[in-house]
């Protein structure tokens, strides 16, 4: 059976005629639910906990959060004093971000729970106990992170986003394309995330490198990462069954559509950096059968051809 979706497949070979492109090569997704960002965010947070990183960081960044900054605007209602919004190319929304940011709010000051499996069933990794972080986010904290000032100087932030150079009472800096973002100074982030973006990332040695560089001396990252073929074929690995040839064509000329890069890879490109891996917590799904795979993926372990997504923390040290 052919594993490709035929809409996957017209939709690449559609990508390489110009009057097509702008219809199939369309911008970075992103939500305007404020409770899947506070749930992402939390997470994030929680299991860097687990890790041993206290997330209470002055400066935190975030690779690739397409139109929506709401999971940044969760952490800097935790806390975060700068936030650096990192892309590919320029996607933010802003009135979505003041509504998403407005409900934030309100999230924190009634200290929700964690939105749990049976609201966002697809956010990964779950949690053993969804009640509201108090362990790093006690009355004294919200406090100070709520004060009404300091939620002025977050707003007033988001409206002179595109103003650089803007002195608020918390930055936020949304940079894009983030690679050529040099004067970004080395060890100056002390917390790096990613929500299902880095599978998107063509060089992820080189992407890498550029996080490592940034991260100050004892920062943290936390990546997680999605494998599976996002729809683009009929089973959740068929994209490791697709020769070099028929990917060429599905990818087309679109940017940024997935690397299909395994679980082994990132570990091996965050080992290179010098990071240590502090948490590797994975999801699972049925591995393909290996006379189905194409001869690129033909030697993948079989952890790998069974790892559908993963949650990386490392450390820098």
């Known amino acids: 059976m052919m594993q490709v979706k035929p809409r996957a497949l017209l939709a690449g070979v559609a990508s390489f005629a ?23 965010w939390l997470r994030h947070a929680v299991l860097a906990l687990r890790c041993g990183f206290a997330p209470r960081v002055k400066t935190l960044a975030e690779l690739g959060p397409g139109e929506s900054l709401g999971i940044g605007l969760a952490a800097v209602l935790s806390g975060v004093d700068t936030y650096l919004a990192l892309d590919a190319k320029r996607h933010v929304a802003h009135s979505r971000n003041l509504g998403v940011f407005d409900e934030l709010i309100e999230l924190f000051r009634q200290r929700a729970p964690i939105p749990d499996d049976d609201e966002f069933p697809e956010i990964f990794p779950k949690l053993d106990v969804y009640s509201f972080p108090r362990e790093f986010l006690n009355d004294e904290m919200l406090a100070r992170t709520l004060r009404s000032d300091r939620l002025a100087g977050i707003r007033e932030g988001l409206l002179s986003i595109d103003e650089p150079g803007a002195s608020t009472a918390v930055q936020i800096h949304y940079i894009a394309p983030w690679d050529f973002a040099e004067s970004l100074p080395s060890q100056a982030v002390d917390m790096i995330i990613s929500q299902a973006v880095m599978e998107h990332v063509e060089d992820i040695a080189h992407t890498y490198a550029k996080l490592y560089r940034w991260l100050r001396p004892g920062g943290f990252m936390s990546h997680n990462i999605d494998f599976r073929s996002h729809g683009l074929t009929w089973d959740w690995n068929g994209h490791w069954t697709l020769s070099d040839g028929v990917w060429r064509l599905v990818k087309g000329t679109r940017p940024y559509l997935i690397n299909r890069l395994p679980h082994s890879a990132h570990i091996a490109a965050l080992q290179r950096t010098g990071l240590s891996i502090l948490g590797d917590i994975r999801r699972e799904g049925p591995a393909i059968a290996r006379h189905r795979l194409a001869r690129r993926f033909a030697q993948l372990s079989d952890q790998d051809l069974r790892t559908s997504g993963v949650l990386l923390q490392a450390a820098k040290p």
């Open 18 to 40: 110009p009057v097509l492109r702008t219809r199939v090569c369309r911008g970075a997704g992103g939500t305007s639910s404020a409770r899947y960002c506070y749930s992402v």
